[in-house]
């Protein structure tokens, strides 16, 4: 099943980046395995997939342990990081989605070994119930980060609403595409930000026509799983 199901949605991405003329290549597929336990995602490792995410720094940690034979795994923190946990999880990834906040980026610089890369959160929407900053901010904040050396701000990220249209899909992810250029084109060298973390199972291929480069996906991989 997850076989069928990882081929259909390689398929959707191909048709996504054909409808754009954009290259499949262009675009990485993560696993988010917060649903499934350590086994299911050992099969996914064993399929050849190499990114995963977890939104939790608990089941990180016990999925990157249970995984510890697949060490080309790339390790993706996709949810809401509270600084009390900074210290646990930082050098435990290699991608993280979801820096809102420079008390945060001040954590993440004072507990990273490395230089970490980063997405920052943006609410396109202002929905009260998600996190990330107003589009208006974006710019100032990442321009405050010069100081932090163990950030590198590779792209943004965002939600979309919940069973939102086609055309407000469109809408928010076009946003998020048009503020990627806006930061990529400051030409910080810390925040070079070609790249944009969006779309879901549910809205992946509109995310992908209107610029994804990294798409994380769950509950289509795991359908009948």
Avoid at 35 to 45: T, W
Avoid at 124 to 140: C, P, Q, Y
Avoid at 174 to 193: D, E, F, G, M, R
Wanted: hydrophobic share 45%; with cysteine.
């Amino acid at each position: 099943m997850l076989v069928d199901n990882i081929e259909k949605i390689n398929q959707d991405i191909q048709l996504a980046c054909q409808k754009a003329a954009r290259s499949d290549n262009d675009i990485t597929m993560i696993a988010v395995t917060k649903s499934v336990e350590k086994d299911i995602a050992k099969e996914l490792a064993e399929l050849g997939i190499e990114n995963m995410a977890e939104n939790r720094v608990d089941k990180l940690l016990e999925k990157k342990i249970a995984l510890k034979n697949f060490p080309s795994i790339k390790w993706h923190l996709i949810g809401n990081l509270q600084r009390r946990k900074v210290k646990s999880i930082i050098n435990e990834i290699d991608y993280f989605h979801a820096l809102d906040s420079l008390k945060l980026a001040e954590e993440i610089q004072k507990r990273a070994e490395k230089q970490l890369a980063c997405f920052v959160e943006v609410n396109v929407t202002g929905e009260e119930s998600k996190h990330g900053l107003n589009s208006d901010d974006v710019i100032a904040f990442i321009q405050q980060l010069a100081a932090f050396d163990k950030i590198k701000v590779v792209g943004l990220m965002t939600m979309a609403p919940l069973n939102a249209s086609e055309q407000v899909l469109h809408e928010v992810f076009s946003k998020l595409k048009k503020l990627q250029l806006a930061v990529n084109n400051q030409h910080l060298s810390y925040a070079p930000c070609t790249e944009l973390s969006m779309g879901m199972s549910n809205d992946f291929s509109i995310a992908i026509e209107e610029g994804a480069t990294f798409v994380r996906i769950g509950t289509a991989i795991f359908r009948g799983a």
